[in-house]
């Protein structure tokens, strides 16, 4: 049974940091590319950010470029999104997902795409 949990979200004020972690079992974690989406109150799931199988192919998407930083230890099945520099509009749930592919390629934020999810964190950035 595949599992994906996610850790790392809270409350932080504008301009504060926070490092997600999502931790895998049951999946062999250096297959598969993963990825990173929100989803806000009211709004689509969106792309993030995603990595290939063997951290390459970092994609991001525009409005957390230069800002977040995702990474991989494939030796502890672990996913990780470094957030700097929040924003109130960055407030929403994050998810985990893995895909069944070794690169994340133009379409990687497809959520459609992706296999197996984790059930979310939550990060709060207030004002």
């Known amino acids: 049974q595949v599992q994906v949990v996610e850790s790392g979200g809270g409350l932080v004020q504008a301009g504060g940091s926070l490092r997600l972690s999502c931790t895998t079992s049951?999946?062999?974690?250096?297959?598969?590319?993963m990825g990173w989406f929100r989803q806000a109150p009211g709004k689509e799931r969106e792309g993030v950010s995603c990595i290939g199988s063997s951290r390459d192919d970092p994609r991001y998407t525009d409005s957390v470029k230069g800002r977040f930083t995702i990474s991989r230890d494939n030796a502890k099945n672990t996913l990780y999104l470094q957030m700097n520099r929040l924003k109130p509009e960055d407030t929403a749930m994050y998810y985990c997902?893995?895909?069944?592919?070794?690169?994340?390629?133009?379409?990687?934020?497809?959520?459609?795409?992706?296999?197996?999810w984790g059930q979310g964190t939550q990060v709060t950035v207030s004002s």
């Open positions: 049951g999946l062999r974690f250096g297959s598969y590319a």
């Open positions: 997902a893995a895909r069944s592919t070794e690169l994340c390629g133009s379409i990687w934020g497809l959520s459609g795409d992706y296999n197996y």
